[in-house]
C-alpha cells in the first residue's frame, strides 16, 4: 500500500506538472483538493485520465472522484480494490 | 438606449429535423434526438449519446459545420435572396472535423486545410447569400451564436448594417465529443437537464440563424429587443457557483430590452444537464425573478447541446414559442431537481407568450441572453449613441521583445519577426496560475499585463481578442493525444485550453473583468473584428475594455493552417492591445474602424473605401502615414489594391507594409495598432520607417489598412 502510495505521489506530480511541489510535500492523509497542494477539478480530471492509462481504474462520474480523490490513502485504496492489471 | 431589430426569418436545423415550425412541434410532442454516434466510430467503447443530424449533407461543402450552416441559411434565402448586409456568425468548430481526419491521416499539404478556419463558414455563408459586407466571427464556445446575435443588433441600432445574417453553428467532431468526454460532462442516459438524477449533458450538433433587419419585414413576426453580455471571470469551464455572470447578464439583456423581470413569459435556459450549470443558473433565476419566476425549461433534453449553435437555434425556436403560443416542455425531466426549484413544464403548455429570455453559457465563464418579442405596432430602431474609443494604455509582444523593445526596433525600422521564447513572454506572469497553460493564453496574459502594468488606469472590465488560429498548441496536443491513445486517453486540460475564448477567459479571470467578453476569429483581419466588437460593445461598460489581436505560431499546424505562413523560413508570432474606453467627447488618441467589406471587386472594392474615408476631408490633411497590412499569400493583390488606393487618393505620403517588419502571423495588425498609437502621440514617424524623411503628423493621425481578401481601415487619430 505504501509503495502505491509513493507511485501513485510521483505519477501525480508528472500529471499534473505541478512546478513547486516536491513529493515530500505529500503525505497519505494530504487533502488533494483545495488544501495545501491547491489541486483543483482540472488537476482531478488529470488525474483521473491518468488513473485509467496506468491503472486500468475507471472513473466515470465527478461524484465518483469526488469520493475516491480526497487523499493518497483513499485513492491507494480504490486503485487496489479496482484494478484491472497490476501496477507496472 | 433601447432600439430592435425585426427578426424577419429564422434557419433551423436540429437533430430532431429542418425548420423552426417542425422543431416547435417535434418539442412539442416530446421528441427525442438523443442517440448512439453514427458520424464518426469510438474505438474506445460503446458511444455514448450525442444530438446528431441524420441523413446525407451537402457533399461539396468543405466541412459538416459549413454544411449545417448552409442548410440553415437556405431556410432563409429561399424567401429573402436580397444580399445582407453582413454576416456575423458564432461557431468554434469551423472546419475541424475535417481537419481532425487530415491530421490523422498525416496529410501535409495546407491546400487540403483551407476551410480549417473558423471563419470560412461565415465567409461561406456571405457567397452563397451575396454579401460583401462585413463578415464577422465570433468564438466563444457554447455563448458563440447568442454573441453574434447580439452583436448584429447593435450593428442595426448603430446604422451599420440595415440586414443582417445571424446566428451560430457547430457539427460533432472528435474533439468535442472525447474532449466533453474527459471532463466526465456527459451523462450516459443522454441529458435530462433539471432532473435530480442529472449526470451532465450530451454533445450535439445545429444551427441556427436569423435575418435581422432595420425595416419592418412585409409579414409581422417577432423582434429581437435586446441582449446582455458578461463574463463569469471566475473559472476556466465552471460556472460560477451562485450564477453571478449568468444573472449579470440576463439583467443587462432586461435592461438593453427597457424591459423588468415581471414582463418575462418565459426563460428558455441554457439548461444543458450538468449538475453545475443547472444549479447555478436556477439559483441566477431566482436571484433575478424573485419568488414569481416564469416558466422556465430547456430543450437540450430533446436536441442535446449543440455548443455555438445553442443560443441561435433557441433564439429561432423563441420565434415559434411566440408565433404558436407554446412553451416547450423539458425532455428527459422525470423528477425535478428540489434545489432548482423551477418553474419547468412537463408537458408543452399552450399560455400566452409575448416576451421570453434565452440564455447561452460557455467555456470561459462567457455569458449572452437574448429578449425575443412579438412586434409591436409602430416599432422603430433608433440610431445609438455616438462615442469613440479612447486609447489609455498600449503594449504589445513579437520576437523583438516586449512593448519597448518592439516600438523601438519598429522605430528604427528594423525587423522584429520572430518568436519570444516563452520564458521571457511569461516574465511578467506568476508561474503557478499559468501551470497549464501553453503559448497562446501565456501570450494573452502577458499583453494585459504589460498593458496594464502600472495600474494607472482603471482595471478593465471587458474583453475582445482577435486570433486568426486560436490556440494551436493545445489543439495539436489534445489530438496527438488522442489520436496516440487510439481515442483512450483525451486530455482534459488540452481541451479547456483548445476553445479559441480561453486566452480572453484567462484575461478576464485575472483581471476580474465581468463585463462583455469577446472573441473573434476572421483570419488575416481578426483584429479588425475585434475592434468592431469593441466598438459596439464598449459604451455598455462602466469601465475600459482590452482590446488584443495575439496569435501563436505552432510549428506543426500553423503552415499547413496559414498560407501565408506556409512559404515562410521562419516562424513569427505576437500581438497587441490597447486599452481602451467609449467617450462621447473623447480625449487624447482614439482609435476607429472605418471599413471593413469583401474584396470582390478590386476596383469598386478599393472606390468605396476611399469615398467612405474621404466623406470629411481629404486623405493627405487627416493621415500622416498609412500602414498597409499585406498577408504574404495576399501578396499580389494587396500590391495592386495600394496602387489603386495611390491613384485614387493620389495619396503622397508613407505606405510602410508593416509585415515586413512584424512577420507573417494573423494578428500582425494588433502590433501596427500599437505602433500607430505610439507614433501618433510622439507626433512624427521616423525616418527610418518612414523611408527617408521624418514625417511630422501635424496633427494628423495614421491610417491602417488590411488588404487581400477583405479590404478593411482603421484609424488612430489625436484629439
Given at each position: 500500500m505504501s509503495d502505491l502510495i509513493d507511485e501513485l505521489k510521483i505519477k501525480i506530480l508528472e500529471a499534473l506538472d505541478l512546478p513547486d511541489v516536491t513529493p515530500e510535500e505529500i503525505t497519505a492523509d494530504s487533502e488533494l483538493v483545495g488544501g495545501d497542494l491547491g489541486l483543483d477539478s482540472i488537476d482531478i480530471l488529470e488525474i483521473v485520465m491518468m488513473l485509467e492509462k496506468e491503472y486500468g481504474v475507471r472513473i466515470d462520474n465527478r461524484e465518483l472522484g469526488a469520493q475516491v480523490l480526497v487523499s493518497l490513502k483513499t485513492l491507494a485504496a480504490y486503485v487496489e480494490a479496482n484494478q484491472a492489471a497490476p501496477a507496472q | 438606449m433601447t432600439g430592435r431589430a425585426y427578426i424577419a426569418a429564422t434557419g433551423l436545423i436540429s437533430p430532431l429535423g429542418r425548420g423552426t415550425a417542425l422543431n416547435?412541434?417535434?418539442?412539442?410532442?416530446?421528441?427525442?434526438?438523443?442517440?448512439?454516434?453514427?458520424?464518426?466510430?469510438?474505438?474506445?467503447?460503446?458511444?455514448?449519446?450525442?444530438?446528431?443530424?441524420?441523413?446525407?449533407?451537402?457533399?461539396?461543402?468543405?466541412?459538416?459545420?459549413?454544411?449545417?450552416?448552409?442548410?440553415?441559411?437556405?431556410?432563409?434565402?429561399?424567401?429573402?435572396?436580397?444580399?445582407?448586409?453582413?454576416?456575423?456568425?458564432?461557431?468554434?468548430?469551423?472546419?475541424?472535423?475535417?481537419?481532425?481526419?487530415?491530421?490523422?491521416q498525416g496529410v501535409t499539404d495546407p491546400a487540403d486545410y483551407r476551410f480549417h478556419g473558423v471563419n470560412t463558414v461565415a465567409e461561406d455563408l456571405a457567397r452563397l447569400s451575396g454579401c460583401s459586407g462585413p463578415v464577422l466571427t465570433i468564438s466563444t464556445a457554447c455563448s458563440s451564436g447568442a454573441v453574434a446575435i447580439g452583436l448584429a443588433l447593435e450593428m442595426i441600432r448603430r446604422g451599420q448594417a440595415r440586414r443582417v445574417l445571424a446566428g451560430g453553428v457547430d457539427c460533432l467532431c472528435r474533439l468535442t465529443y472525447y474532449g466533453f468526454r474527459s471532463l466526465l460532462l456527459i451523462d450516459p442516459l443522454g441529458a435530462r437537464p433539471l432532473d435530480r438524477e442529472r449526470k451532465g449533458m450530451s454533445v450535439a450538433e445545429g444551427a441556427g440563424l436569423l435575418l435581422l433587419t432595420a425595416d419592418p419585414p412585409a409579414e409581422p413576426g417577432c423582434v429581437l429587443l435586446g441582449a446582455g453580455l458578461s463574463c463569469d471571470a471566475s473559472h476556466p469551464t465552471q460556472p460560477h457557483p451562485d450564477g453571478l455572470g449568468a444573472r449579470k447578464a440576463m439583467e443587462r439583456a432586461l435592461a438593453d430590452a427597457g424591459l423588468g423581470p415581471g414582463e418575462i413569459d418565459y426563460i428558455n435556459l441554457h439548461g444543458t444537464g450538468t449538475p453545475d450549470n443547472d444549479l447555478a443558473e436556477a439559483k441566477a433565476v431566482h436571484q433575478l425573478f424573485g419568488p414569481s419566476s416564469p416558466p422556465a425549461s430547456s430543450v437540450k433534453g430533446a436536441w442535446g447541446h449543440p455548443l455555438a449553435a445553442a443560443g441561435a437555434m433557441e433564439a429561432a425556436l423563441a420565434t415559434d414559442c411566440i408565433t404558436a403560443q407554446r412553451i416547450p416542455p423539458t425532455a428527459g425531466l422525470l423528477h425535478p431537481d428540489p434545489r432548482l426549484n423551477l418553474n419547468s413544464p412537463s408537458a408543452s403548455r399552450t399560455v400566452p407568450v409575448e416576451r421570453i429570455l434565452s440564455n447561452s453559457f460557455g467555456f470561459g465563464g462567457n455569458n449572452a441572453a437574448l429578449v425575443v418579442g412579438i412586434t409591436p405596432g409602430g416599432a422603430h430602431v433608433p440610431a445609438a449613441r455616438d462615442t469613440a474609443l479612447e486609447i489609455l494604455e498600449w503594449g504589445c509582444i513579437t520576437g523583438a521583445g516586449p512593448t519597448e523593445a518592439t516600438l523601438a526596433a519598429l522605430r528604427r525600422g528594423r525587423s522584429c519577426s520572430g518568436q519570444l521564447p516563452l520564458k521571457q513572454v511569461t516574465a511578467p506572469l506568476n508561474p503557478r496560475s499559468i501551470r497549464r497553460l501553453k503559448r497562446l493564453p501565456c501570450l494573452a496574459l502577458a499583453l494585459a499585463a504589460h498593458i496594464c502594468r502600472n495600474g494607472a488606469q482603471p482595471a478593465p472590465q471587458a474583453v475582445c481578442l482577435g486570433t486568426g488560429w486560436g490556440a494551436m498548441s493545445e489543439t495539436h496536443s489534445f489530438?496527438?493525444?488522442?489520436?496516440?491513445?487510439?481515442?483512450?486517453?483525451?486530455?482534459?486540460?488540452?481541451?479547456?485550453?483548445?476553445?479559441?475564448?480561453?486566452?480572453?477567459?484567462?484575461?478576464?479571470?485575472?483581471?476580474?473583468?465581468?463585463?462583455?467578453?469577446?472573441?473573434?476569429?476572421?483570419?488575416?483581419?481578426?483584429?479588425?473584428?475585434?475592434?468592431?466588437?469593441?466598438?459596439?460593445?464598449?459604451?455598455?461598460?462602466?469601465?475600459?475594455?482590452?482590446?488584443?489581436?495575439?496569435?501563436?505560431?505552432?510549428?506543426?499546424?500553423?503552415?499547413?493552417?496559414?498560407?501565408?505562413?506556409?512559404?515562410?523560413?521562419?516562424?513569427?508570432?505576437?500581438?497587441?492591445?490597447?486599452?481602451?474606453?467609449?467617450?462621447?467627447?473623447?480625449?487624447?488618441?482614439?482609435?476607429?474602424?472605418?471599413?471593413?467589406?469583401?474584396?470582390?471587386?478590386?476596383?469598386?472594392?478599393?472606390?468605396?473605401?476611399?469615398?467612405?474615408?474621404?466623406?470629411?476631408?481629404?486623405?493627405?490633411?487627416?493621415?500622416?502615414?498609412?500602414?498597409?497590412?499585406?498577408?504574404?499569400?495576399?501578396?499580389?493583390?494587396?500590391?495592386?489594391?495600394?496602387?489603386?488606393?495611390?491613384?485614387?487618393?493620389?495619396?503622397?505620403g508613407p505606405l510602410i507594409s508593416y509585415r515586413r517588419f512584424t512577420g507573417e502571423f494573423a494578428t500582425a495588425a494588433a502590433v501596427a495598432a500599437v505602433l500607430a498609437a505610439d507614433l501618433t502621440r510622439r507626433g512624427y514617424v521616423p525616418a527610418a520607417l518612414a523611408g527617408g524623411n521624418r514625417v511630422a503628423l501635424d496633427g494628423r493621425g495614421i491610417l491602417i489598412l488590411g488588404l487581400g481578401a477583405y479590404v478593411t481601415a482603421m484609424e488612430v487619430v489625436r484629439r
Open positions: - | 416547435g412541434r417535434a418539442l412539442q410532442d416530446k421528441l427525442g434526438g438523443l442517440r448512439p454516434l453514427a458520424c464518426f466510430a469510438t474505438p474506445d467503447g460503446p458511444s455514448l449519446p450525442a444530438g446528431e443530424i441524420l441523413g446525407t449533407l451537402d457533399p461539396s461543402a468543405p466541412s459538416r459545420t459549413h454544411a449545417l450552416a448552409r442548410l440553415a441559411a437556405g431556410q432563409i434565402l429561399e424567401t429573402h435572396s436580397r444580399p445582407p448586409d453582413a454576416v456575423v456568425l458564432g461557431t468554434t468548430t469551423g472546419g475541424l472535423s475535417r481537419t481532425e481526419i487530415l491530421l490523422a489530438l496527438t493525444r488522442l489520436f496516440a491513445s487510439d481515442y483512450a486517453f483525451p486530455s482534459p486540460t488540452d481541451f479547456i485550453g483548445s476553445v479559441h475564448n480561453a486566452p480572453a477567459g484567462q484575461i478576464a479571470m485575472h483581471h476580474g473583468a465581468t463585463g462583455a467578453n469577446i472573441t473573434t476569429s476572421g483570419g488575416d483581419y481578426s483584429f479588425e473584428q475585434a475592434l468592431m466588437a469593441a466598438d459596439l460593445t464598449a459604451a455598455r461598460e462602466p469601465g475600459p475594455c482590452l482590446l488584443l489581436g495575439a496569435d501563436e505560431a505552432h510549428p506543426a499546424l500553423t503552415p499547413l493552417f496559414d498560407p501565408s505562413v506556409s512559404a515562410q523560413a521562419s516562424l513569427a508570432d505576437g500581438g497587441g492591445g490597447l486599452l481602451v474606453q467609449a467617450a462621447r467627447v473623447p480625449r487624447g488618441e482614439i482609435i476607429r474602424p472605418r471599413f471593413y467589406r469583401q474584396a470582390d471587386r478590386p476596383r469598386e472594392t478599393l472606390e468605396h473605401l476611399v469615398q467612405v474615408l474621404t466623406e470629411q476631408a481629404p486623405l493627405a490633411r487627416q493621415y500622416g502615414a498609412v500602414l498597409a497590412g499585406i498577408p504574404a499569400a495576399e501578396q499580389d493583390r494587396g500590391e495592386a489594391q495600394t496602387r489603386i488606393f495611390r491613384s485614387l487618393t493620389r495619396y503622397g
